[in-house]
């Protein structure tokens, strides 16, 4: 299996993560790699950004690996395919592969990654709007009609986009979690073109909680979000509802909630976050999130500077969380326990794999 790079003809059948437009806004280069068998033909396309920060060059995925051709033995073509995909990046001069965004779930992952299982709540678009309304769960329900008798209402357009931003950062500084530039944001949206809503939920003309959700016809993405201090009840909850209607009534197939750890601490802000995720009727749709050094000391300063900024990234987060459990992740792939926290997560909530 080879690595070579690849002219890609982005269609609404694919992710939105995986269009020019997204990937230039983001980066400060950006590009497709495909994987090619022995015969030449093409089985796994993978689009990466190129991030340049302080003489380190850091490669980011904003989406797995495509599959093209899908056969028995893929997963283990696939990682031959990443280990190809290193090669590759290793000797055009990228010094390390950062984490990918929350909404990229790998099945599989290279030899000497860190790895740490993951997984992301996707919601099918594709049945009757009222057998989504009935998967929503009552807790739910009850909140969104309580929001709609009190007034909230949900209105969508880029014109939104500068209160969305202050929303968003103001909800991240509460948390004490970075968040891009507002610069970086615009770009972004403007490298999104007309491939994604904005949502902003409104009572009495004041802003109680937004969504920014980049969208195709693959899947729509809950990227960011936010909410006031003191938000009406159940307005956040209205507001993903009428973002699922909407895409649903637009043709989207999915709905990505984008992100949910596994197992996450009884009590903590992430349980929190993956049941309100949860409630809506999506599966949980596991796999990994991974990083890995491509020259010693350059990703070495990487590492350095993400633990001093925020205490690590989310690989480094989560490798904490499984230790503090007696659960380890080996150089290459996941050990057991943290393998097992998968199946249990989904076996806990009744739910599969998606």
Known sequence: MTAVPLEFEWQPEFSIYASPGFLAAVGDAYGWLGGRDEGGTLRFILPYTIVRRHGVRMVRFRVETIVTQPTPDDMREERQFLNACLRWFKG?????????????LFRTFPDGAQAVPYGSYVLDLTP?????????????RNVIRGAQKKGVQVVTGLEYAPAAYDLIAETFRRSA???MSRRAFDCMIRGLGNQVQVFVALHKGVVQACAVVPFSRYSAYYAYGGTSASPITGASN??????????????????????????????????????????????????????????PLLAAMYNWGVRLLRGGDIVDQE????????ETINGGQAASPASKAIADETSRSGLQDG
């Not at 055009?92 to 990229?104: D, F, K, L, Y």
């Not at 637009?250 to 995720?277: H, V």
């Open 92 to 104: 055009h001069g990228a010094h390390v592969i950062i984490p990918a965004s929350t909404n990229t």
């Open 128 to 140: 009757p709007e009222e057998e989504l309304w009935n998967r929503v769960h009552p807790k739910h």
């Open 177 to 179: 979690m970075p968040l």
């Open 238 to 295: 209205l507001l993903q509802w009428e973002a699922i209607r909407h895409f649903r009534a637009f043709g989207t197939q999915r709905y990505d909630f984008c992100g949910a750890r596994i197992n996450p601490d009884e009590g903590s802000k992430a349980a929190g976050l993956a049941m309100f995720k949860a409630r809506f009727g999506g599966q949980l749709r596991t796999g990994y999130i991974w990083k890995c050094p491509l020259h």
């Open 319 to 326: 490798r904490r969380r499984y230790a503090g459990r007696s």
